[in-house]
């Protein structure tokens, strides 16, 4: 396999779980050409753990940030990514990689997914799923959509990235990244196969202080997006069952609505909101999947149009 890509990897204070994620790595059938994890100020045994890898491996490169006193979601994550990504060439790399240090990849992770992304270059960003590992070893999963690729490991062809303008330095990042690329007719997209499964040891949807606080983070996302109120109640009555039952979704629900009397900023894209709107009003009619098929045919049907007027 030909193709190279390279990972590029925020952490703040990783120690309890960065070892499984870098151990994965080295192990990998297709190791990536670079690989940049950015120390966003850690106080831990972080930076430590980090020199040991680089030494032993010379296409693992830190990049030290100063301490900013504490974690920051959304914005905080993606400057950190930034802070790597503009130490890289991105011509030099096919595929680049945002990869959370809290993750224990399968063998073949990377390999198949360029893989699949070289048997249909209309991928423009994909994953595989996440689960999360129990006491006595079972996997359960964490639900998320095929129509998106998992914020943890967002694995990007370059010229996409580069199309889209890259990650948004909000909240809800990991969302309008993926609606960003079928607006302008990409697919995004994660499976579920037995090798692209990885275990997320960091449960989703959790925060420093605790995991209604990240309830109600996703919830402001979703507002800051752009998401309806009629689609953000379908998506908390379905994740009702989820832990913690209820009140997860009560705290989504909360972070949307305070966020909305509050009258806070909403992404200044009125195209994107436009597209956001006019497919999550056909996914409450028709269901997601019907929705997302009917983009990518849009757009199948405009590039065969295109192609017989020349």
């Known amino acids: 396999m030909t193709k190279n890509y390279v990972l590029i990897s925020p952490c703040r204070n990783e120690s309890e779980y960065m070892r499984e994620?870098?151990?994965s790595v080295v192990a990998q059938s297709v190791k990536p050409a670079k690989w940049i994890i950015v120390d966003d100020g850690s106080t831990d045994a972080t930076p430590q753990i980090l020199s040991h890898y680089m030494q032993q491996y010379d296409w693992i490169s830190v990049v030290t940030l100063p301490d900013r006193g504490h974690r920051a979601v959304g914005p905080g994550v993606i400057n950190a990514f930034y802070a790597g990504y503009e130490t890289i060439r991105p011509k030099d790399y096919d595929y680049v990689c945002k990869l959370d240090l809290d993750l224990r990849l399968p063998p073949r992770y990377f390999e198949l997914l360029i893989s699949?992304?070289?048997a249909n270059p209309r991928i423009g960003t994909c994953s595989g799923k996440a689960y999360i590992e129990h006491a006595n070893g079972q996997l359960t999963p964490e639900?998320?959509?095929d129509e998106t690729s998992l914020g943890m490991t967002k694995f990007y062809r370059v010229s996409c990235f580069k199309e889209i303008g890259?990650?948004?330095?909000?909240?809800m990042w990991d969302g309008i990244d993926c609606h960003t690329c079928r607006m302008l007719g990409w697919i995004a997209c994660s499976w579920d196969?037995?090798?692209?499964r990885f275990v997320h040891l960091r449960p989703m949807g959790s925060s420093q202080q605790n995991i209604y606080v990240g309830r109600m983070r996703h919830g402001y996302g979703q507002y800051f997006m752009g998401t309806g109120?009629?689609?953000m109640l379908a998506s908390a009555f379905y994740r009702l069952k989820e832990k913690p039952?209820?009140?997860g979704s009560l705290a989504m629900m909360w972070g949307w609505l305070s966020s909305a009397l509050a009258g806070k900023p909403r992404y200044e894209n009125p195209e994107f909101r436009q597209f956001l709107v006019e497919y999550q009003k056909n996914a409450l009619l028709h269901g997601k999947k019907k929705a997302i098929d009917d983009i990518h045919e849009r757009f199948k049907l405009s590039t065969h149009a295109e192609g017989n007027s020349k």
């Open 116 to 118: 699949k992304m070289e």
């Open 166 to 171: 890259g990650f948004v330095r909000e909240v």
């Open 143 to 145: 639900n998320h959509g």
């Open 193 to 196: 196969e037995p090798d692209l």
């Open 245 to 247: 039952v209820v009140l």
């Open 21 to 23: 994620t870098l151990d």
């Open 229 to 231: 109120f009629l689609y």
